[in-house]
């Protein structure tokens, strides 16, 4: 079963707010992605973190893998509406376990 | 355009009436999974194939079967459907292993009544 908790399960945050994401696992884990889901729509690939203590930036989006590569967050600068979604993680223990998800909606 | 498309996009059957979804991919990925996801439960793998005619179950696979005979297709089948089967469903292509972005297809919502 899955090793890997996401939290929080929910959040909601006033436009301009800052907002995180976590995916914490008992094990070590060779690499982690991360998932946006519009709602009504699919999850969509955002970034792969591999290397232990790797921080990845997209615009106002940071990405961080912790040194131990157990924890993994995904923090967004100021939020807008158009960040509104759920936000997943995605590893692998032989196949493949999707994090239970983050939604967030963002008020204007 | 590289994608990956469902059929059907929504679907009401009756419990019992064998039904499949297809999925197909044009980026000549080896890797295809089925997921299904629920609210509170989140996305699940059902199957998963690595390559023509090699498939495995994944998390998640009672009622379900998959086939794999050609690389770009991946249907998957539900030979009596049950009303717990009612979900969103998502077929994903990767190029293989881990480490490959997954790229989703639009999704099928399935009722089961």
């Known amino acids: 079963g899955q090793q890997v908790m996401q939290i929080p399960q929910y959040q909601h945050v006033q436009e301009g707010e800052d907002f995180t994401t976590y995916c914490n696992s008992s094990t070590t884990l060779s690499n982690i992605q991360w998932y946006k889901q519009r709602p009504g729509g699919h999850p969509v690939f955002l970034i792969q973190l591999v290397k232990s203590g790797e921080v990845k930036k997209q615009k106002r989006l940071t990405f961080q893998f912790g040194e131990a590569k157990k924890n993994s967050s995904l923090h967004i600068t100021a939020t807008q509406t158009t960040d509104v979604g759920t936000y997943f993680c995605?590893?692998?223990?032989?196949?493949?376990?999707f994090g239970s998800g983050t939604k967030l909606n963002v008020k204007p | 355009e590289a994608q990956v498309t469902q059929n059907p996009r929504y679907l009401i059957t009756v419990t019992g009436k064998k039904l499949t979804v297809t999925c197909s991919q044009n980026m000549n990925h080896e890797y295809m999974s089925w997921y299904r996801q629920d609210p509170g439960l989140g996305l699940r793998q059902i199957y998963y194939s690595m390559n023509v005619e090699v498939t495995d179950k994944g998390d998640v696979p009672e009622g379900y079967k998959v086939s794999r005979k050609e690389k770009r297709n991946f249907p998957l089948i539900l030979e009596s459907p049950s009303p717990n089967q009612t979900s969103l469903y998502f077929c994903a292509s990767t190029p293989g292993g881990s480490y490959n972005e997954q790229f989703f297809g639009p999704g099928t919502r399935l009722t089961v009544l």
């Open positions: 995605l590893y692998n223990f032989n196949k493949f376990y």
